[in-house]
């Protein structure tokens, strides 16, 4: 199903350079997630939002922004792209209430983003 | 700190071998876990969830998971595993209180290896 799209799904990017991931859902989900992936560490939450304009830090945010401006959309930004942001990014939504079955993630297929 | 912890970093099995993956978690109260799968090259998908109630939860492609809140576990098992079982496996577990409804932690995550 095509409910969340992550784009780009590959990026190559040279440090110090501002990169955007974008996070597109069509369910009307109220909240909204970033991950990275990196081995040895798992999922690793970087942002989430629980409705438009209201963001919160995950576990690991330096480096990061975000925004969400309207309820589908949730951009990430790397302002200076470093190394070690080379990862893969998941973006992830949910509906927001527990009798609504919140709390299941649905997952995007993931960005892979590697700074040079 | 709430957080969720699997010991098994590495799983390899022959085909229709038995497969157990531990997950422990280290919250006291109340607790929603989950296992996600992701095969190579693809983005996590749901495998089971355990929400209340019966602690045997059942889940897809013969997957199970047993609640057993006072190891603070919540294992995986699958009686027979499959050379297309070869994935990795992340345990998930999110605290039902107040603004961090949705936010999932999760464990580093285990790869299993099937050989045919």
């Known amino acids: 199903d095509a409910g969340i799209t992550q784009s780009p799904r590959y990026k190559i990017t040279e440090t110090g350079r501002q990169v955007t991931l974008m996070c597109h859902q069509t369910?009307?989900?109220?909240?909204m997630f970033w991950y990275r992936q990196d081995l040895g560490h798992g999922l690793r939450l970087i942002y989430y939002?629980?409705?438009?304009?209201?963001?919160d830090k995950g576990e690991v945010p330096d480096g990061y922004v975000v925004s969400r401006s309207k309820t589908e959309n949730f951009p990430l930004t790397l302002e200076s792209a470093t190394r070690s942001q080379t990862s893969v990014y998941f973006c992830?939504?949910?509906?927001?209430?527990?009798?609504?079955?919140?709390?299941?993630?649905?997952f995007g297929a993931g960005s892979r983003l590697t700074v040079l | 700190a709430q957080s969720v912890s699997q010991h098994n970093h590495h799983v390899i099995l022959s085909e229709a071998a038995s497969l157990e993956l531990g997950c422990n978690y280290s919250?006291?109260?109340?607790?929603?876990l989950f296992w996600y799968v992701q095969y190579p090259g693809q983005h996590l998908q749901l495998l089971l969830k355990y929400f209340s109630g019966d602690p045997l939860v059942k889940g897809i492609k013969g997957f199970e998971a047993e609640f057993i809140k006072s190891k603070f576990s919540f294992n995986l098992r699958k009686p027979s595993v499959q050379w297309s079982d070869t994935a990795e496996y992340f345990c998930?577990?999110?605290?039902?209180?107040?603004?961090?409804?949705?936010?999932?932690?999760f464990g580093r995550g285990t790869q299993l290896t099937v050989w045919p």
């Open positions: 369910w009307s989900h109220s909240y």
């Open positions: 992830a939504s949910t509906p927001g209430t527990v009798k609504s079955g919140a709390n299941v993630l649905t």
């Open positions: 919250y006291g109260g109340t607790v929603n």
């Open positions: 998930a577990g999110t605290y039902d209180r107040g603004s961090t409804l949705g936010r999932l932690y």
């Open positions: 939002s629980a409705a438009a304009d209201i963001t």
